[in-house]
């Protein structure tokens, strides 16, 4: 561990709970257990832990990375989900908090409410990771932003527009990782979508410190013009499904699509990737494609040669993994 990084103990509810140096420190980490896999040791720095795994929403990757990223190093992981135990029901979150703390080294939260895994940090007395709320998903930018490290080299002074729902916990805590890593960031989205006002002044403070900038803007063709990372997330999140129509209207422009990565004017310069956080509608042929017209991204860039969205999904393997490791270690 870095003499200036020390993260035992710590809980991540949200991006902002991380120092500009903490975020670095853990993509370095993340890049060298990536590579210490790669080579076949296996030295279980985690052995004999055991973190629970509470969801109240669905997932795949999030799953499945703490899973395995826990099991890569002796670590036990527990699934519950939400509906098996008692949690909210018979028993307060506080006290399944602080029944679990009792058991476990770690609580990795997936829900709704941001005060839910804000309740688990406060009553359990170990170490909580947010594994997307509502507002947040802190885990997502951390893996975001190692895919695009390990494609560029660096991350200071590239830029990344997020296109799309404005407001969402993927853009949230993007806005954050990219202003804590000097990336500039412009979140294109609808003026109803568009994200707090208060995120955005911290965001822009932080961004100043790391020279970089942070920006709103409407217009898609204006916004990806130079832009190195094109990111979208689905037009409507866990939770909103009712939402559904008033989303299609509002981000149909909004569409990731061949001409809008044209008009990058750095397809030709390799200077260019495709994100997006997965699960993602991306072909006509799907139930809810052709039942409802929602799809953010063309079948065209999202099997585009500049798509990194696997890279990606897996690094939220890796990166998880870091965050297991920098603070129970
Ligand atoms: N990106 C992400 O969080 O995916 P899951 O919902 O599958 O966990
Ligand atoms: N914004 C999406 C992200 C899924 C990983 C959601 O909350 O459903």
New binding site residues.
């Given amino acids: 561990m870095s003499e200036k990084v020390n993260m035992k103990g710590k809980a991540l509810l949200a991006l902002s709970d991380l120092s500009d140096e903490e975020v670095l420190y853990l993509i370095d980490l993340s890049s060298k257990l990536k590579e210490k896999k790669r080579s076949g040791v296996r030295d279980c720095l985690l052995a004999g832990k055991n973190i629970a795994l509470v969801f109240e929403k669905?997932?795949?990757?999030?799953?499945c990375a703490a899973a395995v990223a826990a099991a890569d190093e002796g670590c036990h992981a527990e699934y519950l989900a939400s509906h098996d135990i008692h949690f909210g029901k018979k028993e307060s979150v506080a006290d399944t908090a602080r029944v679990l703390g009792r058991m476990f080294d770690g609580i990795f939260f997936r829900g709704y409410e941001q005060s839910t895994v804000e309740i688990f940090a406060e009553k359990s007395g170990v170490p909580v990771w947010n594994g997307?709320t509502n507002e947040s998903?802190p885990t997502?930018t951390l893996a975001d932003l190692l895919t695009v490290k390990e494609r560029f080299g660096r991350l200071q002074g590239l830029k990344l527009v997020y296109i799309g729902d404005g407001r969402n916990n993927v853009a949230n805590s993007l806005m954050l990782g990219c202003a804590k890593t000097g990336v500039n960031y412009v979140n294109c989205t609808p003026s109803e979508l568009s994200p707090g006002k208060d995120l955005v002044s911290m965001a822009s403070d932080l961004a100043s410190k790391n020279g970089s900038t942070i920006s709103i803007e409407r217009n898609p063709d204006s916004a990806v013009k130079g832009a190195n990372i094109v990111y979208t997330d689905v037009w409507v999140s866990m939770g909103e499904e009712d939402k559904r129509e008033e989303r299609i209207r509002l981000l149909k422009p909004y569409q990731v699509t061949m001409d809008l990565m044209r008009g990058t004017g750095n397809m030709e310069s390799g200077e260019l990737i495709f994100l997006h956080?997965?699960?993602a509608f991306h072909d006509f042929n799907t139930e809810v494609t052709k039942e409802t017209g929602a799809m953010e991204v063309t079948d065209e860039v999202f099997e585009s040669e500049f798509s990194r969205v696997f890279d990606q999904a897996e690094n939220?393997m890796h990166t998880i993994k870091a965050l297991f490791v920098a603070s129970m270690l």
């Fill in positions: 669905s997932s795949t990757r999030t799953r997307l998903h997502q956080c997965l699960p939220r």
